[in-house]
């Protein structure tokens, strides 16, 4: 199974390159348009050659028509030849273990070797969706990953009371492989203590990057899954035709995030908008912060940053993530990162 974590690298790339995307919802735009928008990037990216591409569970949020992993999975996948498709991720506190155990056997089921099971334990939406959603505790999530992997192998021990339990269907060539996400030191942890590969949300939590990094090698213990530590990063990265294009783009990303913050989320406003919303002091400073953390310039100025804070980090892969208004520019975004990379050559 090490080799379905495992990726190449490609053309000049140091490591291998991914997508996160959550089938962003752009002002003036529909679900629709962002879901084929998705469909879209999935086919090039794997034309560019970027290793897997994920989708993430929100709940909630008008700017993200990503709320069903599974759904929009098997929907790529069938889109799609080559590349890993999966979850980055199912939050599985919001969930049975055995119905992500059948939906993901249906997945592998369809497209054998080619899905990627991510699993978070955040709620991925505001605490009233989360009591909407939620039918357990956050605080069991690692009992529910043994159980989700005890049913994805047909594993419970002889008296258990899942012992009967079928999750089906199962495919022959075996379960996706499971890795555990996070953004704190928690899954770090868990995710070495199991030897299970693991992806930290760079993106959004970049303080606690390289402590998390370092907690996984740490405590990571050598299983069947894996005999040595495989750990990925998202990454916020904007790449456009000029440096000021990117840095407009990428505004319309810290205004969403801004609006989230608030409790007022919407779509991903246009650059216009974003140029001339009349920001606090202490909006602006939030705004300048989100900034800091995303890579943004032409191809080479984001091939460089990347390069940078892959040598900081060790990370084994790169999962970038670009939540910008316009179908077209992340569409854009991902070709000149590759192209700058020579992936396409």
Do not use: C
């Not at 989708?55 to 028509?65: D, I, K, R, T």
């Not at 899942?162 to 770090?188: H, N, Q």
């Not at 913050?261 to 991903?268: A, D, H, K, Y």
């Amino acid at each position: 199974m090490s080799d379905q974590i495992r990726g190449i690298a490609r053309g000049d790339a140091e490591v291998p390159l991914s997508v996160l995307d959550l089938a962003t919802v752009s002002a003036g735009g529909t679900a629709g348009e962002a879901l084929a928008t998705s469909t879209e990037l999935a086919r090039r990216a794997e034309a560019w050659g970027y290793h897997r591409f994920w989708v993430a569970e929100h709940h909630g949020m008008p700017s993200v028509a990503s709320s069903s992993p599974a759904v929009l999975i098997a929907h790529l996948a069938a889109s799609t030849r080559t590349i890993r498709v999966g979850s980055g991720g199912v939050m599985l506190p919001n969930h049975a273990p055995l119905i992500i155990a059948e939906q993901f056997g249906t997945l592998q089921a369809l497209h054998p070797g080619r899905i990627d099971l991510g699993l978070g334990r955040a709620p991925g939406t505001d605490p009233a969706t989360a009591q909407a959603l939620r039918r357990g505790d956050a605080d069991r999530f690692p009992q529910e990953v043994a159980d989700l992997t005890a049913f994805l192998d047909d594993a419970f021990p002889a008296g258990h009371s899942y012992a009967r339990i079928k999750a089906i269907p199962r495919d022959p060539s075996g379960r996706p492989p499971i890795w555990l996400l996070g953004s704190s030191g928690f899954s770090a942890q868990l995710a070495g203590i199991l030897g299970l590969p693991f992806a930290f949300a760079h993106h959004f939590s970049a303080a606690n990057t390289e402590p998390a990094l370092e907690l996984y090698r740490t405590n990571f213990r050598p299983s069947e899954v894996l005999d040595r530590p495989y750990a990925l990063i998202g990454v916020g990265a904007i790449a456009a035709d000029t440096e000021r294009e990117a840095h407009r783009l990428a505004l319309t990303s810290g205004l969403s995030m801004l609006r989230l913050r608030r409790g007022t989320p919407g779509p991903v406003p246009t650059p216009e908008e974003a140029e001339s919303f009349p920001y606090s002091e202490v909006e602006r400073e939030f705004l300048d912060a989100w900034l800091s953390n995303m890579i943004q310039g032409d191809g080479e100025g984001v091939r460089t940053g990347l390069a940078e804070l892959r040598a900081r980090t060790g990370a084994d892969e790169l999962m970038i993530t670009t939540g910008v208004y316009g179908g077209a520019n992340r569409l854009r975004s991902f070709e000149l990162i590759a192209q700058a990379h020579k992936m396409t050559e």
